[in-house]
Each structure stands twice: as C-alpha cells, then as structure tokens.
C-alpha cells in the first residue's frame, strides 16, 4: 500500500496489506490494536459499533447543500473526497458508530456556515456543490430544522411558510451572508427574521448585514414587544 493512499494508517489499511499478502506497516497495525481495543470496550459497556445510516447520509448532503464540496467534507472528516460521496450517496442501511459521530460533529460545525468564497474558483465549487445538492432535491440544514434527522419516516420541512422559500437563501442570510438579501422574498425574510430572533442575536446586526427593517417580516404577536433595536432601524 502507497503511504500516500487515504486507508494508510486505518483498519482499512491493515486489511488491505494483509490481502496483498505484504508486512503490515507500524501505522496500520496501530490502528487495528485500537479498533479492537475499541471493539471490546464497547461490547462490555453495550455500546453499538452501527448505526442507521440515513441520518449520516442526511446530514452530508445538506451540507452539499449549503455549498460544501465533498473535497472540502472529506478533509473535514479526514477520508478521501470519493469516500465521502460514497458516505452520503451510496445505499447503506448502516454506518460505523465511529463514522456518525465524525459526521454529527463536522454537521453541528459547519451547519449555519457558508464554505469559503473569496476567490472565483471557491466561489464556482460551492455553486457547483449546490447544483448537485439542487439535482438530487437535498435539503438544507434549516429544512431539517427541529425535525429528528435520524428519524427514517421525518421528511425535511422545505419552506415552512409558502412556496416562495429558498431555503439555501435563508441558511446564507442566517450564517452571514448579505448577498442574497436585497432579492429575498417576504416568506424568506420572515423566515429569517423568526430565525435570527429564535436563537437570541440582535436585530441590530441584523439590520446591519441586509438593511431591511425587521418589524415588516415578524409574526403579529412579535409585534406587540417592544424592542428597541427595531424602533431605530433605518
């Protein structure tokens, strides 16, 4: 096996020197001894080495959704680029505990953030990623918002107010991104706006990044609370 092959120094690695009939590096045979030290210790405490894999797969391709490529997900998960798409695209019933874990972490990470887009090439990637997401109907992270994503039988919310929601455009606007906020619909900036006061943010840096006033895209019975970002927005 190449030191540069991506199962290098994994279990995968030492079963794969094994079947090449070749000595198995120090690396690979470290990792083995902690797999099975792994695997012992959790079959004294119980734990499950699987888990249902459709949560896994869910929670990667809204992250494709939002603009993250699989070569920037894989070095997130340290695997390799096609191991990811395998990940999220491939039928499986399940997944290594292990896996879902490193894929949960990297998804609470990265979930209410846009991937780079300071240059032209970054920029064009996480559009070509949204376009994979937008081709196979992958929703987002906020379509998925207060549903159990683990759940086989939830299916992800994909507006929740009207037919006039993009929910790629209001996950941008809430992770920071003023571009799309002059084009947003009523619907999207209602939604964000419920969002963005939801998790207890200001309305003034709200104000700030899209130059809206707030008080037009809140749900009546907001409107009675008096705030006094609101009474100052331009």
Not at 52 to 68: D, E, K, P, S
Not at 212 to 231: D, G, I, L
């Amino acid at each position: 096996m190449s030191p540069i092959d991506p199962r290098h120094g994994t279990y995968a690695g030492g079963r794969i020197h094994r079947a090449d009939d070749e000595p198995v590096c120090t690396p690979c045979r470290r990792a083995e001894a902690r797999y099975e030290q792994e695997r012992i210790l959790d079959a004294l405490t119980g734990r499950p080495r699987r888990l249902h894999a459709i949560g896994t797969q869910r929670r990667l391709q809204a992250l494709v959704a939002l603009g993250h490529t699989f070569t920037r997900i894989a070095e997130g998960l340290d695997m390799s680029p096609s191991g990811a798409h395998r990940l999220a695209t491939r039928p499986r019933s399940y997944v290594r505990a292990t896996t879902a874990a490193k894929v949960d972490a990297l998804y609470e990470a990265w979930s209410m953030s846009l991937p780079p887009s300071s240059t032209s090439t970054e920029r064009k990637a996480a559009a070509y990623a949204r376009g994979i997401a937008q081709k196979h109907s992958w929703p987002p992270p906020l379509a998925w918002e207060g549903i159990d994503i683990d759940d086989p039988d939830a299916v992800a919310d994909p507006g929740g107010v009207d037919d006039d929601v993009d929910p790629v455009v209001v996950q941008r606007i809430l992770a920071g991104d003023h571009t799309p906020a002059h084009a947003a619909t009523p619907a999207e900036r209602h939604l964000v706006v419920t969002a963005w006061e939801t998790t207890g943010r200001p309305l003034r840096a709200l104000i700030d990044l899209t130059g809206w006033k707030p008080e037009r895209y809140r749900t009546p019975s907001s409107n009675h609370t008096t705030n006094t970002e609101e009474n100052t927005a331009a």
